[in-house]
């Protein structure tokens, strides 16, 4: 038959000459289940590109200022480039633990509003030992700073233990009006 070859499935020469090229630099990242891949440089990978009418080279996957991109020469570029990399691959696992106390205290100084006042209030005489955070409190408490109040029920102890910058901040919140 006359059908073109194009037609029954192939392209042809010119097409796939054509096509855009698949891109020479890939993301850092390869999500591969729960696993985070980070991506290492070598000198090949830089590419030369004017910055500021000066002659830098770039990582061209990555988007980020960080060592060794741009950098001045590929070389000594990768070598910071990797380390970097490196220790940021190595931070990835680590996930920080929540502190109720620190939330709360950093909420209690930065929200507006009576209920966060309130909570910097019973906050400061925590500190003192004058009051303790109960779930027997819970239908007391302001709905807004609930859930704050409910995961302090674990942490009267560590309520003793606030620095004296935090408490004077907390005293201060307190006392506005």
Known sequence: SST???QSGFWPLWKQLSLPKAPSALPF???LGKFLMQRLAIPSDY???FILGRASYVLPWED???PGNPADDPETGAEEYNAYAIKKAQEVGRATKPDPVLDAVYL???TP???YRALAE???EAYQGRYRFLIDNLAQWDEETRWLRADLVFSNSELR???ATQVMALRTRAAEA
């Open 64 to 66: 980020k200022l960080c």
């Open 108 to 110: 209690a100084l930065k």
């Open 113 to 115: 509003g009576e209920a």
């Open 122 to 124: 019973d906050l400061a």
């Open 47 to 49: 590419v030369l590109q």
């Open 4 to 6: 073109p070859v194009y």
């Open 29 to 31: 990242d390869f999500r």
């Open 161 to 163: 233990h606030l620095s």
